[in-house]
């Protein structure tokens, strides 16, 4: 608690912040999301958020419009290519992730993965030259038990490599392939690469940052090395003193760091149409079109 203390005077807000695990993952109790922030809260939010990669809310009692206003004081709002054409009470930026959905299509996604790692530790809009930086996620309809979100601080997951691996990664870059996604809807994008291991912008701490979710491929690699770095990297991901995880309710949000943690969804719910809405935040006006 002492750190939660520590934050809590240095602002001089109500704010209690209680960790989770000790680098990622934190609760924030004592605030209404419903409210309007002063900027002393949304400071102190963002630092927590910096410094935990992922928060939690519980027992907030948002709609659709007051989900994205919140989500507005920490950047403008992405509007996905696949965002239906009649959004939610008109709140464009908003995505359904719909167990519904994925089990009608679940076998196609299995086959279209089937030679590739079916390990689905991910980031948000990797396919992006500048993705988002952050998630607020909603819980809507949740099973009576299971369906709970993994995240990893993939900054500790680098950090915990043995020196051999780091310096095979080293100035390499991975490819993140949603073209296959975005022509279903009519969009298209090109396919870019990020550096495997990348700097976060703002707190300056190496990543490792591979979406298993997008076809990932290391470049300048025959496929075996490919492969081989790949399972290390998601081997890195899925030991537990790296994550958190969080087992929603009715009326819980999370909202991460989509630069500094990836996350796996947990799929042991059979077939309950669980449902929760994703709002994300662009990065920096300046880069948000790119």
């Known amino acids: 608690m002492s750190a939660?203390?520590?934050?809590?005077?240095?602002?001089?807000?109500?704010?209690?912040?209680?960790?989770?695990?000790?680098?990622?993952?934190?609760?924030?109790?004592?605030?209404?999301?419903?409210?309007?922030?002063?900027?002393?809260?949304?400071?102190?939010?963002?630092?927590?958020?910096?410094?935990?990669?992922?928060?939690?809310?519980?027992?907030?009692?948002?709609?659709?419009?007051?989900?994205?206003?919140?989500?507005?004081?920490?950047?403008?709002?992405?509007?996905?290519?696949?965002a239906k054409p009649d959004p939610v009470e008109g709140v464009t930026p908003l995505h359904q992730i719909s167990a519904a959905e994925f089990q009608k299509r679940e076998q196609e996604y299995l086959d279209e993965f089937k030679d590739e790692i079916q390990e689905f530790y991910h980031t948000d809009t990797s396919w992006r030259l500048v993705p988002t930086w952050g998630a607020v996620l909603?819980?809507?309809?949740?099973?009576?038990?299971?369906?709970?979100?993994?995240?990893?601080?993939?900054?500790?997951?680098?950090?915990?490599?043995?020196?051999?691996?780091?310096?095979?990664?080293?100035?390499?870059?991975?490819?993140?392939?949603?073209?296959?996604?975005?022509?279903?809807?009519?969009?298209?994008?090109?396919?870019?690469?990020?550096?495997?291991?990348?700097?976060?912008?703002?707190?300056g701490e190496k990543i490792l940052w591979v979406n298993f979710s997008q076809h990932p491929k290391i470049l300048g690699l025959d496929r075996a090395e490919n492969q081989e770095l790949l399972k290390i990297i998601v081997a890195a991901y899925a030991r537990p003193e790296h994550q958190v995880r969080f087992s929603w309710r009715p009326g819980s949000i999370a909202f991460w760091d989509n630069r500094a943690a990836v996350h796996y969804a947990v799929r042991n719910y059979g077939d309950y149409p669980r449902l929760l809405e994703r709002i994300l935040i662009a990065d920096e006006e300046l880069w948000t079109n790119l």
């Open 138 to 203: 909603r819980a809507v309809n949740l099973p009576p038990v299971g369906g709970d979100t993994i995240w990893v601080d993939a900054g500790l997951a680098y950090r915990a490599l043995p020196d051999e691996v780091k310096q095979r990664l080293e100035g390499k870059f991975v490819t993140h392939d949603f073209r296959r996604a975005l022509l279903k809807t009519g969009q298209d994008y090109p396919v870019v690469s990020h550096p495997v291991v990348r700097t976060h912008r703002e707190t």
């Open 4 to 82: 939660a203390i520590q934050l809590e005077r240095q602002h001089d807000t109500q704010l209690n912040i209680v960790p989770l695990q000790p680098t990622i993952g934190a609760e924030i109790r004592g605030i209404d999301l419903r409210e309007p922030l002063t900027d002393a809260l949304r400071d102190e939010i963002k630092q927590t958020i910096l410094k935990y990669k992922v928060v939690f809310f519980r027992d907030q009692s948002l709609d659709h419009q007051q989900h994205a206003a919140f989500a507005r004081n920490f950047g403008p709002l992405y509007t996905p290519p696949y």
